[in-house]
């Protein structure tokens, strides 16, 4: 089992930055790679990002490319999504998942494991 837990968002400017974090316990997290979702009010998941297990290899989907990056941390069993110029179609509950593997997975539905996701929410 793993463990994920998100922190990090919040209440911000269109523009703004926020920079998540998704910590995670259980076991050995650099042998998963890790992903970003959303979901926005009304609207299906969205994959945002994914991270190789060893932080190599990222991949952005076309929304967020050039704003967000992912990186990770395995000493701290961390990874992150750094967000910015912030707009207010980027408002929605931000997901980490983890999956065992090393190969780009984009779909939601072959992630192992799932964080409970936090709130961002960017005002115009």
């Known amino acids: 089992q793993v463990q994920l837990v998100e922190s990090g968002g919040g209440l911000v400017q269109a523009g703004g930055s926020l920079r998540l974090s998704c910590a995670a316990s259980?076991?050995?997290?650099?042998?998963?790679?890790m992903g970003w979702f959303r979901q926005a009010p009304r609207k299906e998941r969205e994959f945002i990002s994914w991270i190789s297990w060893g932080g190599g290899s990222t991949y952005y989907a076309d929304s967020v490319k050039g704003r967000f990056t992912i990186s990770r941390d395995n000493a701290k069993n961390v990874v992150y999504l750094q967000m910015n110029s912030l707009k207010p179609e980027d408002t929605a509950i931000y997901y980490c998942a983890a999956r065992g593997g090393s190969s780009l997975i984009t779909d939601g539905v072959l992630y192992d494991y799932w964080g409970q996701g936090t709130q961002v929410t960017v005002s115009s």
């Open positions: 259980g076991r050995t997290f650099s042998n998963y790679a």
